[in-house]
């Protein structure tokens, strides 16, 4: 029996400021890791790749507006600090 793996346990360490910012961390890190669970069968974080997180910035939200990929990034940073790993990713703003 598999455990079910807990974004917000995994990412209480680094979340800080308001209540609302929180829980939309919390609300985008689940759906990376869904996306990314469907189409690369990596279950959690720790065994993701860098090419796993950039296939989400670029493919999954491709057609979102800017500020929605900007929020994504500010998450998708919080994943990268958590896992202790040197990535880092920038946002490409369309204008």
């Known amino acids: 029996m598999s455990k079910v793996f807990d974004m917000e346990l995994f990412l209480a360490a680094v ?9 939309r961390h919390l609300r985008q890190a689940k ?31 491709a057609g979102r507006s800017a500020e929605t990929r900007y929020y994504y990034l500010l998450t998708v940073r919080l994943l990268a600090r958590r896992l202790e790993k040197p990535w880092v990713f920038r946002c490409q703003a369309q204008l």
């Open 31 to 61: 759906l990376i890791q869904a996306e990314i669970s469907e189409r690369w069968q990596r279950e959690t974080p720790w065994v993701w790749q860098r090419k796993h997180v950039t296939w989400f910035l670029e493919q999954r939200l």
């Open 15 to 23: 979340l800080t400021g308001s209540y609302a910012t929180r829980e």
